[in-house]
């Protein structure tokens, strides 16, 4: 919890209004009655800053957080009822920064240690989301063990991921406090954002600087960056592309009757409205659709019994 | 120039502020109450008032077709926009965290004291959107607006008790009837995330003011704590937005000489610098002990029935008051509660996971009779049967307790139970009602995450009234009385059951096609070696 809550401040900091954050924390750490510490959350054994603060919005929490929920606000199919504050109300000129962590494994990433989201879900997430120009670029960064798996299998253009750990390694915890009883905070984590306490908004540092930054021997396994579908060289993409909310003023060309001062592409951001018609019909139509396949996929299985059965006996 | 800038700008602020101040179109007063508690709690009250004059609640009528633009200055406007989106009479929305005691900490100042969240609305009918339609908006809006889980209060715990909720305000006469729409979430929490968004609908945040007393370091800790959001028309008068905090605070559990004092300073942990310039009154109302020597500081501005008050607008600041005792608290042998005419007691007993019993003990304090409605809102998890309903008065079992009951049975998977029933306690009597419940066999996927843990029952109602000579119940004489919650251990599956049922299917069908396939496919013959081999 103390991982994302670090990676929500830090983003807040470096300029991106809740507007343009969800957060989704399936636990009620902060105020539960057995936090010795009520309404704060600590990333360091001596306590010394408070990540939950005095200021923060939680978009979904404890049962919302489910895989169904996050996949929803990826692709943005969701009931007109739903309100802005619940959506990701990106466009094609977009960046998004997705950070998850919690337990996982080979390909996958637990969730309420209940379900489980797979490295194909994400992927064919993050494809829907290309198709529907909901992004311009996306960084993906996870926080688990064997993480790396976790992006192994993206195949949209335009998405850097990066992770903690490799295959068949754990990713460990950074700093145990001993008032609290539990380690606070993982320490691929941790060493991302002490390298981002440097960063400011003006700040032209760039993602290899902080893919080099991680020290192999600290953090006890081998952090892994996939840019290969990511069409800039590393070393000419900011941090604040993806961190910061940096205003940029784009002055157009005297012919066009209104000079528009545009934001430049930011992390979960715009909005752009899908009419809710055509969401629910979308979505009705896929549900019809995976019905009829149901019933093709039984019909297949029980003429493949059927021809199983015919085979053995024509053997015979 | 830029000297001059700088000094134009506070003075255009104070301007605005004034014309605020002048225009009188809207409100906004705040008020702090502070009781010191039989048991050596202390209980604040926060409430932030803010009243549009002459307004009045859009008719679902109008719903279709363009709406009033809205300009606000002291009104939250984020809140006006779903009120107006879904034509909303009347909200109440409460989000409390721990059991609030009747019997040691009286009648508290809000009456929506049910743990969990709570939220119930009173909206016209006639538009082309249902009701319902809007009653899911809304609930989704405000889930929305206040960061809490409030699109789980849907159709499986919604419910429309109108004669324990009566609007508090007034409803406008339109052509078709208001209806009351009522769901509770026992098991939904309140933390800072809540507060933030509360904060935001003020018009000087927690900036200055009263509301800068509002940390939330040491309201989360406190051993009881709630907010309300309640939004009412009066006729005549306009539409009344209040926001309330509520927190029980323990002065004994942080100070070592188990003395009864508190200050701004120890209970919040902050004092006032500033008032909030465009609250129109901005008082702090402290209750003075009776019968025990005490000190406070500063001096209040008034002292009325053992009830100091403070004008935060006028005091220096900044204000830090201080309520002192010279002697140690002893904790008292008996508790008194004259504000609550019973106290209540709810169980549900049985360790069966298929049955179970609910039983409700409620003690009349009071020595002549008093009739309550009782209510059951719940889920259908849990199911009545009504026939084995006992009444045992002071241990004897006793008809005529009950009269006036509703009753809608609950629908598997999909509606509430609706129990409702006019109890008349006799004087000075303990009545005990038992009934026995079912409780549900879940599906696979409508268990949460954490199955084990049990399912979280919204708290009963109880609203006392007074009967007329017709037979009609009056208006209550006083606010609602929440019992506590119960938790309920439904049967849960092995969960890792699926999978253990699928490996053992898949090795069953592997063995035994691979058996017959070999079986089948295989050709058996007699080999025959010579006898001279053999040796």
Redesign the interface.
Same mark, same amino acid.
């Given at each position: 919890m103390a991982n994302a809550l670090g990676m929500y401040r830090t983003v807040k900091r470096l300029g991106i209004p809740d507007s343009n954050i969800i957060l989704m924390l399936a636990d009620?750490a902060?105020? /539960? #009655?057995r936090n010795k510490?009520?309404? #704060?959350v600590y990333a360091n054994p001596g306590r010394h800053l408070?990540l939950?603060? =005095?200021?923060? =919005?939680?978009?979904y929490?404890?049962? =919302?957080v489910t895989v169904e929920n996050f996949i929803r606000v990826l692709t943005g199919r969701m009931?007109p #009822?739903?309100?802005? #504050?619940?959506r990701l109300l990106s466009d094609e000129r977009s960046n998004i920064f997705v950070y998850m962590t919690g337990h996982g494994g080979n390909e996958f990433l637990k969730?309420?240690? /209940? =379900?489980e989201i797979s490295a194909f879900d994400i992927a064919d997430a993050f494809e829907q989301m290309y198709q529907k120009k909901r992004y311009n670029e996306i960084f993906f960064m996870i926080d688990t063990c064997q993480a790396n798996t976790m992006f192994s299998k993206l195949y949209s253009p335009n998405i850097l991921a990066t992770g903690s750990s490799g295959l068949g390694e754990n990713s460990y915890s950074h700093a145990n406090d001993n008032d609290i009883g539990v380690a606070v905070i993982d320490a691929f984590t941790h060493y991302v954002l002490e390298f981002m306490e440097e960063i400011n908004k003006t700040s032209t540092v760039s993602m290899q600087e902080l893919f080099n930054s991680i020290d192999v021997t600290k953090i006890n396994s081998h952090p892994g960056v996939r840019s290969d579908l990511f069409s800039r060289p590393l070393d000419k993409t900011r941090i604040t592309d993806f961190f910061g909310g940096v205003a940029q003023v784009e002055i157009l060309p005297p012919a066009e009757p209104l000079v528009a001062s545009e934001e430049e592409p930011e992390p979960e951001h715009r909005a752009t409205f899908h009419p809710p018609a055509r969401l629910v019909k979308s979505e009705s139509s896929i549900a019809s659709w995976l019905k009829e396949q149901k019933t093709l996929r039984s019909w297949a299985s029980v003429s493949l019994l059927a021809a199983g059965v015919g085979w053995?006996l024509s053997?015979? | 120039m830029l000297l001059g800038y700088r000094l134009i700008w506070p003075a255009t602020l104070l301007h605005l502020c004034l014309a605020v101040l002048g225009s009188q179109s809207e409100l906004f007063t705040e008020k702090l109450t502070i009781n010191s508690l039989q048991d050596g709690k202390v209980a604040s009250k926060f409430t932030f008032t803010a009243l549009l004059k002459g307004a009045s609640p859009r008719d679902p009528k109008t719903l279709d077709g363009e709406d009033e633009s809205q300009h606000y200055t002291l009104f939250p406007l984020a809140l006006g926009q779903i009120l107006r989106e879904y034509g909303v009479t009347e909200l109440h929305l409460t989000l409390n965290a721990g059991n609030w005691n009747y019997d040691r900490w009286g009648y508290p100042g809000e009456s929506g004291v049910g743990t969990g969240a709570e939220l119930w609305a009173w909206m016209g009918d006639g538009a082309s959107k249902t009701v319902d339609e809007r009653w899911k908006g809304l609930r989704n809006a405000l889930a929305g607006l206040f960061c809490a889980s409030l699109g789980s209060l849907d159709e499986l715990r919604t419910t429309s008790p109108a004669e324990s909720f009566v609007p508090e305000g007034s409803l406008p006469r339109w052509d078709a009837a208001h209806q009351i729409r009522h769901a509770s979430l026992p098991s939904e929490h309140v933390c800072t995330e809540n507060l933030t968004p509360f904060l935001k609908l003020l018009p000087c945040k927690s900036l200055s003011g009263i509301a800068s007393l509002l940390n939330p370091h040491r309201l989360f800790d406190a051993d009881w704590h709630g907010m309300g959001v309640h939004v009412l028309w009066h006729e005549g008068e306009g539409v009344e937005v209040r926001l309330t905090f509520q927190a029980v605070s323990d002065p004994l559990r942080s100070l070592l000489g188990k003395k009864q004092d508190w200050s701004f300073q120890s209970l919040y942990d902050r004092t006032i610098h500033r008032a909030c310039p465009v609250a129109q009154s901005s008082e702090v109302v402290v209750s003075l002990p009776t019968n025990a020597v005490y000190a406070i500081q500063p001096e209040p501005h008034a002292v009325e029935r053992n009830l100091a008050v403070y004008d935060v607008n006028t005091i220096d600041k900044p204000l830090n008051i201080r309520l002192i005792w010279p002697d140690p608290f002893t904790y008292p042998l008996e508790y008194h509660s004259d504000s609550t005419p019973f106290s209540v007691k709810r169980m549900l007993r049985g360790s069966s996971q298929a049955w179970g019993q609910l039983s409700v003990v409620i003690t009349n304090h009071r020595s002549t009779e008093v009739k309550t409605l009782y209510l059951e809102t719940m889920p259908w998890l849990v199911q009545f049967y009504l026939h084995t309903i006992q009444t045992r008065v002071n241990g004897v079992i006793k008809d005529g307790v009950f009269s006036n009951l509703t009753y809608i049975p609950s629908v598997p998977h999909s509606r509430p139970t609706t129990f409702q029933v006019l109890l008349t306690l006799p004087p000075k009597s303990t009545v005990e009602i038992t009934m026995e419940v079912t409780k549900a066999f879940l599906r696979y996927t409508e268990h949460p995450p954490d199955a084990q843990r049990g399912w979280d029952l919204p708290p009963a109602v109880f609203t006392p009234v007074e009967v007329m000579e017709n037979g009609s119940s009056s208006p209550p004489l006083m606010g609602r009385i929440y019992s506590s919650t119960l938790l309920v251990d439904l049967a849960t599956p092995d969960f890792s059951m699926p999978y253990n049922v699928i490996i053992f299917t898949c090795s069953v069908v592997a063995f035994s096609f691979g058996s017959i396939f070999n079986l089948l496919t295989r050709k058996f013959a007699v080999l025959r070696f010579p006898p001279d081999n053999a040796q």
């Open positions: 009620d902060s105020c /539960n #009655s510490f009520p309404g #704060s408070d939950y603060g =005095e200021n923060i =919005e939680v978009d929490r404890g049962y =919302e009931d #009822s739903v309100p802005r #504050s619940k969730f309420q240690d /209940n =379900e053995v053997k015979k | -």
